[in-house]
């Protein structure tokens, strides 16, 4: 895992976003939606990269972490900044903090990231006691 700090501009264009970039907002969507998009990018991807502005950075990190302690992805990279933004009300320029954090598949994460799998082994585990409860 690195962590940098650094005050840059956003690298990607909006013409040109990255494929596995979830740009998260704190009031928009509700918590789960962003762990259950995360889920399917890393899966798509083997990567997801989580990205917000101020408020919103708790939400990412909270993502994260709910994604970390299920064992289902690692964290690779962390990337704290500030952007300079124009206030809309008063028209100056503030800065904003931005953090961007990018998570990769768990080498366990195929039998544990659906619900399915899950049942599967349990469905496996009772076949295999039957079995050896019939060989006693």
């Known amino acids: ?7 840059a501009p956003v690298l990607t264009s909006p013409e040109h976003p990255k494929k596995n970039r979830i740009q ?6 509700p918590l789960f939606f962003y762990v ?31 994604l970390k302690n299920n064992g289902l992805a690692v964290e690779k990279k962390v990337v704290t900044s500030t952007i300079g933004m124009k206030d809309e009300t008063r028209g100056r320029l503030i800065q904003k903090a931005r953090i961007e954090i990018v998570l ?27 079995e050896e409860k019939k060989q006693d």
Not at 1 to 7: C, G, L, Q, R, S
Not at 106 to 124: D, F, G, L
């Open 36 to 66: 259950n998009l995360a889920k399917r990018y890393i899966q798509q991807h083997d990567e997801v990269e989580l990205s917000a502005l101020g408020m919103a950075i708790t939400t990412v990190v909270t993502v994260a972490e709910i």
């Open 24 to 29: 998260v907002s704190n009031t928009k969507k």
């Open 104 to 130: 990769g598949k768990t080498e366990k994460y195929a039998s544990m990231a659906t619900p399915q799998s899950a049942q599967a082994r349990e469905k496996e585990a009772g076949v295999a006691n039957k």
């Open 1 to 7: 895992m690195t962590t940098e700090t650094a005050i």
